[in-house]
């Protein structure tokens, strides 16, 4: 996991804390919420998500049009073993900023796998239902994440910073978090 213990009990500490302003934190980095028992545990309650799988094997990211921090855009990364998570009902409210996006020939993204097959039979290719499983495992198949809690903001990549190998769509995008965090 990515948190021992005493960082756990540290970060709750100052992202329960009582103050005037919102408490804020951005949660970036691979495995945050892979490891089991507390940590992901921890990782639903401030970031709203729930994690559903390590490395989904896509690279291509869509932001969520409209969306302060991903503002439609599609982004590429590298690096291995993003995790994935999707939306907390535990703790609703988390909002959408990057999904996990396969990409087609035309940039279109695939929702679900009924999309996926019609387009493959469209293009005259026969559906191979293996494909499907490597796809992202659903419609909010989110890569990040941001969420107000009741005393803290926090903004979730599940991925580290550096996948995002363009300089400047990084120094861009960090902007756009921190402006959103405040």
């Known amino acids: 996991s990515y948190f021992d213990t005493n960082q756990l009990a540290r970060l709750t500490a100052f992202l329960d804390a009582d103050r005037t302003e919102l408490n804020r934190i951005f949660f970036l980095g691979r495995d945050m919420s892979y490891g089991s028992g507390a940590p992901r545990t921890f990782m639903e309650k401030y970031t ?16 969520t049009v409209g969306d302060p921090i991903g503002q439609g855009e599609y982004l590429s990364i590298t690096g291995s073993y993003p995790d994935e998570v999707k939306l907390s009902t535990l703790y ?17 993204g695939f929702s679900n796998e009924i999309e996926a097959r019609q387009f493959f039979e469209k293009e005259g290719k026969p559906w191979d239902p293996k494909l499907w499983p490597f796809a992202p495992s659903g419609p909010d198949s989110i890569a990040g994440a941001r969420y107000v809690g009741a005393q803290h903001a926090a903004v979730y990549f599940t991925f580290q910073f550096s996948y995002i190998t363009d300089a400047m769509a990084r120094s861009m995008i960090l902007g756009r978090v921190l402006d959103w965090l405040g």
């Open 48 to 63: 709203g998500t729930v994690y559903v799988k390590d490395d989904g094997g896509f690279r291509k990211l869509k932001g």
């Open 92 to 108: 609703p409210g988390a909002q959408i900023v990057y999904k996990y996006n396969a990409l087609s020939a035309v940039g279109d």
